[in-house]
């Protein structure tokens, strides 16, 4: 959601042109205050994010993107084998035309999945299906020292000095080339270009690591919750931590997803439980576009449609706090996530206010609400 000054919006951000009068509530009538989510050594993914918001320290708890994943599909890594994160991505002329394959739909991917296992059986490479472009991959432990590179960050630019590096490079470039052979023969990808879609023509492997060892997250706060999300890496974290993730129907990761029903879910959680994260990508899949439309779009959907209900919730349980941020910026210009650090905001009956009038980056720099850490920000914010 955090982006730039963009000269189309008369140099206001897109958090800045959008209509969210929900989070502006939260940051006039509460405290606000600026995060970095994405410490230092660190590369600014969402894993490394999303677990210092949930109160990890990910230099104690990261291994990898991959194998955050392949927990939430259930996929058991053994010892001798790391789990890749595994795009379907459109490449034209040696260019990354399309990080999400056209955000494939996941009836299309599993099917290509299972037709990428088919081929490879019997060679110790196992795909497993995700939603949409997102898949995971086992391979042995030898690919481990990869030099990889997430596909959304090399968007519009020949592939060819991002294709992983390392001692064992020219075999998994090879295993990528094979399965762009399989894709392009696919069926299901000739439906796709006759019906004018973007075929799903190649994988794209990165996010390497081994299985991480959480320590549980009641044991760390003393409460219970869950996360409400539709993508794997937000699930993976939720069963490392021992937070329940449960499936939302329609739930896509995109601007199509079903709100309703996320909310539904999160307030099922908490009427059981003391804590709820709800995740929402759509945001972040603009900025990757580097759809400004998009981006705006998403961020009023996640204003009105998850902010409102959740203002309205807590008018109805005096003890709920409530806490609003991104987990990084996603700034159109880039088209990637970037390190800078994101605006966060919590308000709750008898919190002492500060001065910020409105949620936004600029604006909440008023703010005199001080954490230095991500890990250290959910303590303060169940603290404070």
Not at 346 to 365: C, L
């Amino acid at each position: 959601m955090a982006d730039v000054p963009l000269e189309e919006l008369q140099g206001k951000t897109p958090l800045e042109a959008a209509d969210t009068p929900n989070m502006d509530f939260i940051a006039k009538n509460g405290q606000a205050g600026l995060i970095k989510t994405v410490p230092d050594g660190f590369l600014p993914g969402s894993d490394v994010a999303n677990m210092g918001i949930l109160g990890y320290d990910p230099g104690i708890y990261y291994t990898g993107r991959g194998p955050i994943e392949a927990v939430s599909l259930n996929v058991d890594i053994p010892k001798h084998k790391i789990a890749f994160r595994c795009n379907l991505v459109h490449i034209d002329n040696n260019r990354m035309n399309d990080f999400s394959a056209g955000h494939i739909s996941s009836e299309e991917s599993s099917i290509l999945i299972q037709e990428l296992n088919d081929y490879f059986e019997g060679r110790g490479i196992n795909f497993y299906s995700g939603v949409s472009y997102r898949h995971i991959a086992l391979l042995d432990e030898e690919y481990l020292d990869l030099e990889c590179v997430p596909p959304h960050d090399i968007t519009g630019k020949d592939i060819e000095s991002f294709l992983p590096k390392g001692s064992r490079q020219r075999e998994i470039q090879s295993l990528m080339l094979e399965c762009s052979k399989v894709l392009e023969n696919s069926k299901i990808n000739s439906r796709r270009i006759q019906s004018g879609k973007v075929p799903a023509n190649n994988v794209w492997l990165w996010g390497q690591g081994k299985r991480p060892s959480f320590k549980k997250f009641r044991d760390l706060f003393s409460i219970e919750g869950g996360i409400v999300t539709a993508v794997d890496l937000l699930k993976g974290l939720a069963k490392l931590s021992g937070l329940e993730a449960p499936d939302i129907k329609e739930a896509t990761g995109f601007i199509d997803t079903n709100y309703e029903n996320k909310i539904k879910a999160a307030f099922d959680i908490l009427d059981r439980k003391d804590f709820v994260y709800i995740h929402v990508e759509a945001p972040d899949e603009a900025g990757h576009m580097g759809r400004v439309d998009y981006k705006i779009k998403a961020i009023e959907d996640f204003d009105k449609k998850v902010v409102g209900p959740v203002l309205e919730y807590q008018k109805n349980g005096k003890d709920v706090k409530v806490m609003v941020l991104p987990d990084h910026p996603t700034p159109c210009t880039t088209r990637t996530h970037t390190s800078e650090p994101v605006p966060f905001a919590i308000y709750y009956q008898g919190i002492e206010r500060d001065k910020v009038m409105s949620y936004t980056e600029r604006a909440v720099t008023d703010g005199h609400a001080d954490v230095e850490y991500s890990w250290e920000l959910l303590p303060y914010f169940l603290g404070c």
